[in-house]
């Protein structure tokens, strides 16, 4: 046993980020804390690319930077997982051959230092945006992916930053702040799989706020913030014990 940690929604190679460079930098500052802290796992709750599409022989250009540093902490023998989100749905086996990371298509409940954990992006969960489900659907579709991989790769990229531009832009009209128990979907679905099956902690990316909600004895709802602007993680330490963190002031390559 160790300590675990989880971080999410990097999206890096966002044109959003006016710094790519810089941004990506701070992502790595943020690993080398981690790894500084002690981890013995590190979870990366989806959407860490802003776009990523795996060809048979291509992959989106840039990232070297982090994916060598996730290759540097696995070969050193730390556990890395990666929950795809709904940016970074389309990784075919390139993550985990070249870099060692174990790779999540859907939610997951795993024991976490004798706790018992609910891993997700969150993205899909307790919606009843019937468009926003279609897309989904489309998106995790393996014939819509087979047809999206016939484009050439230069084509298909292309037009995958330009989406993931023109998505991330629409989000920043709605300010990311905490919509209040009743009304975060999130907290919502925990509460309803609760009266099913009881969960420590459930730990969710995607939203872009820092929550720490406890929802009944023994079961609180954690959601991870991000690492473009709060640069904040979630610790289960060996007793497990679940901390959020935040490094935001912390980070200061130039």
Known sequence: MGKTFFIADAHLGSKIVENARLHEKKVVQLLDHLEKEGATAIYLMGDMFDFWFEYKRVIPKGFTRFLGKLAELSDKGIDIHFFIGNHD??????????????????????DIN???????HGDGIYTTDKK??????????????????????????GFGLKWSASNRKMQLQ????YLGENKEWLVQFAKLHEEKEHIDYYIFGHRH??????????????????????????CIDENGELTLHTLEDELNIE
């Not at 051959?97 to 795993?110: F, L, N, S, T, W």
């Not at 004798?114 to 997700?120: G, M």
């Not at 926003?132 to 990229?157: D, E, T, Y």
């Open 174 to 177: 709605h300010t990311n702040e």
């Open 132 to 157: 926003f489900k279609f897309i989904r659907s489309i998106f995790h579709s393996r014939f819509c992916q087979k047809l999206f991989a016939a484009l050439p790769s230069s084509w298909g990229i």
């Open 209 to 234: 706020i820092l929550l720490d909600l406890m929802i009944k004895s023994g079961s609180r709802v954690c959601i991870l913030g991000d690492c473009i602007h709060m640069f904040s993680y979630a």
């Open 114 to 120: 004798h706790k018992k954990c609910f891993l997700a």
């Open 89 to 110: 749905i389309w990784t075919f086996g390139y993550l985990a051959q070249e870099i060692g990371m174990k790779v999540h298509y859907k939610e997951e409940v795993v």
